[in-house]
């Protein structure tokens, strides 16, 4: 099993809607969680971070934490072209020795007009 | 002002050759990272500087070899380079890395360096 699993997409909406994108993890002791984004030939770009269970928002980004369930989610309403990038979910785990960052293989989200 | 700087932005070399990739913060993070991404845009951590100290050393060929002269600093130098290693390579930095609930795990990346090898 992976560290951290995403669908890989794409994940295609239209302009407007309500993109969701989830994210589930091995290690049930982890405690902070990430998104990022990163457009193409981008850097990755902090969107999220949520160390609770349940909702926390932020402008249109609202990301969910169900460490019962061993899932993260970030859900983005009125979605916009501008939206579309790859959605890396990262989770800080102890891993091979060592407390780090894991990614996903990353979400690609395309917004149509 | 840029947060996390990286120079070179690409780097075209040819097999055999030694390089070096720099890394600059100036949010007066203790911890810094290089992290590879391949062509598959898979993006996994290689070392890990806490206040000058190796602390992460992933399983990462002796030809790859970190420095930190400072906190801010962080170099990555690359020996007998191999067709394998064009990648993009990610510097980042945090606050600290003291696991838990903590806004000091997170991770700034720098704008990252296109290797490619010939």
């Known amino acids: 099993q992976k560290e951290v699993e995403q669908n890989s997409g794409p994940l295609s909406v239209p302009e407007g809607a309500i993109a969701s994108l989830n994210c589930t993890y091995s290690?049930?002791?982890?405690?902070?969680f990430f998104w990022y984004r990163q457009y193409s030939g981008k850097s990755p770009e902090l969107i999220m971070s949520?160390?609770?269970?349940g909702d926390k928002e932020d402008g249109r980004f609202t990301a969910q934490l169900n460490k019962a369930s061993q899932y993260v989610s970030l859900l983005i309403r009125d979605s916009q072209p501008s939206d579309s990038a790859t959605y890396l979910c990262a989770v800080f785990m102890f891993s091979g020795g060592y407390n780090k960052l894991i990614f996903g293989a990353g979400t690609r989200l395309a917004v149509h007009p | 002002d840029t947060a996390v700087s990286q120079t070179p932005k690409y780097l075209v070399t040819q097999m055999g050759n030694d390089k070096s990739i720099k890394c600059e913060q100036n949010l007066g993070h203790d911890t810094m990272y290089w992290y590879k991404q391949d062509s598959k845009k898979f993006l996994k951590i290689m070392f890990s500087y806490n206040n000058k100290e190796l602390i992460i050393n992933e399983t990462v060929p002796n030809r790859f070899s970190p420095k930190s002269p400072d906190k801010a600093h962080l170099n990555l130098h690359i020996n007998s380079l191999e067709l394998g290693d064009s990648a993009v390579y990610f510097c980042a930095s945090s606050q600290d890395t003291t696991g838990g609930r903590s806004s000091y795990n997170e991770q700034f990346f720098g704008p990252g360096t296109r290797l490619t090898v010939l």
């Open positions: 949520i160390y609770s269970n």
């Open positions: 290690d049930r002791g982890s405690q902070s």
